[in-house]
């Protein structure tokens, strides 16, 4: 469980305001993951970086702004948000995927955000 | 396009019974599959992992299984606890753009009561 933490762990904001959601682990991982996870819905990959590089962006509004300042910390920025954004937003960490290999995702607890 | 499907979309068993969860995949190539638990309000915790040769993988209580031919899998909870009260979700992961992608189902929701 400690491994991976996130803050805060609810947010309520309103559709102009700005906020961050902070990600850090503690594992030696390599790869970080922005999930969102909304009702009845399977986990939606949004954002990938590995070695600190963006490797994956999928097709997420720009609204939402991930940043990596190393590889221990995963900072999500969200700004002028919609209502239907309002969900969990998980973040994972793992080993670096290479070719043929897959290496287990450590998810933190997640953000419930509520957009007003 | 690659999809996990999972059933049933909800379960509620008593306390001390057994209860199996299943999962159907056309992920291809296939690499491997988890399930994971997910307690409310907190992330997914991995259970199993089973790759392509694997047929049965178990966790303690947890025994999950593999057909890779027919592209099922399902998990089996034994003697079920309160504490297992959770969502249960089928991970399959394939190859794919020089690693591996994921592709989440959305999940059983498991309910165990008195």
């Known amino acids: 469980e400690t491994g991976v933490t996130q803050t805060p762990r609810h947010l309520v904001m309103g559709m102009t305001n700005k906020k961050s959601l902070k990600c850090e682990q503690h594992l030696g991982h390599n790869a970080m993951y922005w999930y969102k996870q909304s009702a009845k819905k399977p986990l939606e990959l949004m954002f990938v970086?590995?070695?600190?590089?963006?490797?994956e962006n999928n097709s997420v509004p720009s609204r939402f702004s991930p940043e990596c300042p190393n590889s221990s910390h995963l900072f999500l920025h969200l700004h002028t948000l919609q209502p239907e954004d309002s969900a969990l937003y998980l973040c994972a960490s793992s080993q670096a995927r290479t070719s043929g290999n897959s290496y287990e995702q450590y998810f933190g607890p997640g953000t419930r955000l509520t957009v007003t | 396009k690659n999809q996990v499907e999972q059933s049933p979309q909800s379960l509620i068993i008593l306390e001390g019974k057994n209860c199996t969860l299943q999962?159907?995949?056309?992920?291809?190539?296939?690499?491997?599959l988890r399930w994971y638990k997910q307690d409310t309000g907190r992330g997914p915790v991995s259970l199993t992992i089973?790759?392509?040769?694997?047929n049965t993988k178990s966790n303690g209580r947890y025994t999950a299984t593999l057909d890779a031919d027919t592209k099922q899998s399902s998990l089996h909870i034994t003697a079920s606890q309160l504490s297992d009260s959770a969502s249960y979700i089928c991970?399959?992961?394939?190859?794919?753009?020089?690693?591996?992608?994921?592709?989440f189902g959305t999940g059983t929701q498991l309910k165990v009561e008195l």
């Open positions: 991970v399959v992961s394939g190859l794919g753009g020089g690693g591996n992608k994921l592709t």
């Open positions: 089973m790759t392509f040769s694997e």
């Open positions: 999962c159907n995949y056309t992920v291809s190539p296939f690499s491997n």
């Open positions: 970086y590995s070695l600190e590089e963006r490797v």
